[in-house]
T-cell receptor, first 111, second 116 residues
Framework: LAKTTQPISMDSYEGQEVNITCSHN???????ITWYQQFPSQGPRFIIQGYKTKVTNEVASLFIPADRKSSTLSLPRVSLSDTAVYYCLVGERTGGFKTIFGAGTRLFVKA | GAVVSQHPSWVICKSGTSVKIECRSL??????MFWYRQFPKQSLMLMAT?????????EQGVEKDKFLINHASLTLSTLTVTSAHPEDSSFYIC????????????FGDGTRLSIL
C-alpha cells in the first residue's frame, strides 16, 4: 500500500479555490487515487477518484501528473461548510482492498 | 442517501459491559467490510477486515478476543467490544466495498462509544 503525505492543515477564505496536494511516491501501477472528506463525528465521504490526468465532478477536480507520484484536489469557491479533514488514499480498486488512512489535511475556511 | 448504515450512533455504558455495533450495506451486497477506530484529532485506524462467511483478519496490535467480528450475511457485519473499559472509548466506523473496479468504499456514520 502506497504511503501518502499531505499538509497537516490549511486555511482559506470563503469563495477562494483551495488546492490540497498529496504525495505518493511509491504508487503502484494498479493503484487509484481517492479523496475523502470527513466532518467531526461522521464517517468519511467520497469526494473523487482518479487514475491519471484530470477528473472532475460536481464538487471537485483531481489533477494527476504523468508520473502519478502526486495528486492535487481542487475545491472551487469553498464555503464555511467545506471546513473538514480531507484524506488522500492510494490503493488498488479491486473488491475488498483495505484502506490505510494517512493523517489527512485539516482545512479551515474563514468568513 | 446513505448506502452503509451503522447502529447505534452512540452508546454509553458501564465498564465491563459488552457492546455490539452493527454495520449494514443497504443496497448492495458486501463480501468485505472494514472496521476502523478513530480517537479525537487523529486519523482512522484500520482494526480489521470482515469477510462474509469466514474469520476476520485483524491488523497488528488489535486483540481479536477483545473485538469480536461477525459477518454472517452479505449485508451485515457486527463488531462486539467485549468487557469494555474506559480506554476502549472511541469513535468506531465501518465501511463496505461493492467489490467492483472504480467503485469507492462507503462509510457508515460511525458509533461513538463511551465507557464509564
Amino acid at each position: 500500500l502506497a504511503k501518502t503525505t499531505q499538509p497537516i492543515s490549511m486555511d482559506s477564505y470563503e469563495g477562494q479555490e483551495v488546492n490540497i496536494t498529496c504525495s505518493h511516491n511509491n504508487i503502484a501501477t494498479n493503484d487509484y487515487i481517492t479523496w475523502y472528506q470527513q466532518f467531526p463525528s461522521q464517517g468519511p465521504r467520497f469526494i473523487i477518484q482518479g487514475y491519471k490526468t484530470k477528473v472532475t465532478n460536481e464538487v471537485a477536480s483531481l489533477f494527476i501528473p504523468a508520473d502519478r507520484k502526486s495528486s492535487t484536489l481542487s475545491l472551487p469557491r469553498v464555503s464555511l461548510s467545506d471546513t473538514a479533514v480531507y484524506y488522500c488514499l492510494v490503493g488498488e480498486r479491486t473488491g475488498g482492498f483495505k484502506t490505510i488512512f494517512g493523517a489527512g489535511t485539516r482545512l479551515f475556511v474563514k468568513a | 442517501g446513505a448506502v452503509v448504515s451503522q447502529h447505534p450512533s452512540w452508546v454509553i455504558c458501564k465498564s465491563g459491559t459488552s457492546v455490539k455495533i452493527e454495520c449494514r450495506s443497504l443496497d448492495f451486497q458486501a463480501t468485505t467490510m472494514f472496521w476502523y477506530r478513530q480517537f479525537p484529532k487523529q486519523s482512522l485506524m484500520l482494526m480489521a477486515t470482515s469477510n462474509e462467511g469466514s474469520k476476520a483478519t485483524y491488523e497488528q496490535g488489535v486483540e481479536k478476543d477483545k473485538f469480536l467480528i461477525n459477518h454472517a450475511s452479505l449485508t451485515l457485519s457486527t463488531l462486539t467490544v467485549t468487557s469494555a473499559h474506559p480506554e476502549d472509548s472511541s469513535f468506531y466506523i465501518c465501511s463496505a466495498d461493492r467489490g467492483l473496479v472504480n467503485q469507492p468504499q462507503h462509510f457508515g456514520d460511525g458509533t461513538r462509544l463511551s465507557i464509564l
